[in-house]
């Protein structure tokens, strides 16, 4: 027998009118809260409803009447309402030690639901529905939860060199957060999961627990990086809430007549959330087993998820930042430089953004400058007058969009930082 997921609600309702008068001046009657709305929880043998339920009763004014919590199956609610129509909103897993919950006051349809500071995402539901309380009468109504999230189970990449200092995972883009009507705003998040070397040394593997994501926007890119060597691959379908994801992986070194890769190996499943289906896919460079979805390579002037195409080789591409910022330096020499800049690059390398962001070479700062025109007409931010840094056998350089070369250890009054990044393509 399968599971249901339901709110029930029973209401006997009637009507009483409240009239007051002064001298001159007569009041139009109010309902008073003479019914009864009784909620309650149920689940079936399978499908567990995430608690505490979270419960925010609208009237057709769109404010809020009351909030209420259940906070396992064995609770029953009562709401005193007067005669109406409500929408009734159920947010189930909506702990308030996890969650920016809105109160009765605060509480809209949209309201956002954040996360606490330090806090990750936990098994989330929403429902909604409406229901008529009329006089002297009894009233049923049904919410169903849905699932708003999808789990990553397992990740798990092999075959790493030992040597490895790093291994993370990268997810983008992703639903920024979602509302209390169940619906999801913002199209920029994304998550980044750091895997831990297994004793064998050369096996990493996800070893936090319940690693609840919001849906992706689309077909996401996964984002997989080996210290400073990232492989980005397009995945062939959306990654929708309600499904577990398991990721296996297999690090491929170049050999003299194939390229580095990383050979991955995907399934989605429902687990009671939804019907299970698979996929499998290659991730690395120049593969080109059958399993592989062919990859869109951009072109060197276009625009790739929102960065400037910089160069192309083969899949291999580098892309510039479409942001930049000014560099603020502590200090004298050449140490106080790096610091500064290696500060300012942390603001790059964050879950919504691919790759590994980084200062340009002395080959890339020459391209920038070459290309600079193109960049100004196809990006939302042109180059300006001043300096921008570039690295150059470990030594920092600076460069003018405006100027036909760059300059070793200086030679502008360099301030600004553009970073790039560079990604292959599966």
Not at 140 to 147: E, S
Not at 212 to 222: A, E, F
Not at 411 to 419: A, C, D, Q
Request: charged share 20%; hydrophobic share 35%.
């Amino acid at each position: 027998m399968k599971k249901i997921k339901t709110i029930y609600s029973a209401a006997m309702c009637g009507l009483l009118t409240l009239s007051s008068c002064t001298q001159e001046v007569i009041n139009d009657p109010e309902p008073e809260p003479n019914s009864m709305l009784k909620v309650m929880t149920r689940s079936g043998e399978e499908t567990v409803v995430a608690y505490p339920v979270r419960l925010y009763v609208f009237g057709d004014d769109g404010k809020c009447k009351t909030m209420q919590i259940l906070e396992d199956a064995s609770n029953q609610l009562s709401v005193k309402l007067p005669e109406g129509t409500y929408s009734v909103y159920g947010l189930g897993g909506a702990d308030a030690t996890r969650y920016v919950l809105p109160s009765q006051e605060e509480a809209s349809a949209t309201s956002v639901i954040s996360l606490q500071s330090g806090q990750q995402l936990g098994d989330l539901m929403a429902g909604q529905s409406t229901v008529s309380l009329s006089a002297n009468g009894t009233n049923n109504l049904t919410i169903g939860l849905n699932r708003k999230v999808m789990l990553i189970k397992s990740l798990v990449i092999k075959d790493i060199p030992a040597g490895t200092g790093a291994v993370s995972v990268k997810i983008a883009p992703l639903r920024e957060s979602i509302c209390l009507d169940g619906s999801y705003q913002g199209e920029k998040g994304g998550a980044t999961i750091s895997l831990t070397k297994q004793d064998d040394g050369t096996t990493w593997k996800m070893t936090s627990e319940n690693n609840y994501l919001l849906p992706s926007v689309n077909k996401p890119t996964i984002t997989i990086t080996i210290d400073n060597t990232s492989f980005s691959y397009n995945c062939a379908t959306e990654m929708t809430a309600n499904h577990k994801i398991n990721i296996e992986g297999t690090y491929k070194p170049a050999t003299v007549t194939t390229p580095t890769e990383v050979t991955l190996t995907g399934t989605i499943t429902g687990a009671t959330w939804e019907e299970e289906k698979a996929i499998d896919f290659n991730f690395g460079e120049g593969t080109n087993e059958q399993e592989t979805p062919a990859a869109s390579v951009p072109k060197v002037g276009e625009l790739y998820q929102g960065c400037y195409v910089l160069a192309v080789d083969g899949n291999k591409v580098t892309l510039l930042s479409p942001t930049e910022s000014t560099v603020t330096i502590a200090g004298n020499g050449a140490e106080a430089v790096k610091a500064a800049i290696e500060a300012a690059l942390e603001a790059y390398n964050t879950p919504d953004r691919i790759g590994v962001w980084r200062l340009p070479d002395s080959a890339e700062a020459l391209l920038i400058v070459s290309q600079y025109i193109t960049i100004d007409e196809v990006t939302s931010l042109p180059f300006n007058n001043n300096g921008y840094f570039y690295i150059n056998n470990d030594n920092i350089g600076s460069f003018k969009n405006n100027k036909g070369n760059i300059a070793n250890g200086g030679g502008y009054s360099t301030t600004f930082l553009r970073p790039v990044t560079t990604i292959t393509i599966q």
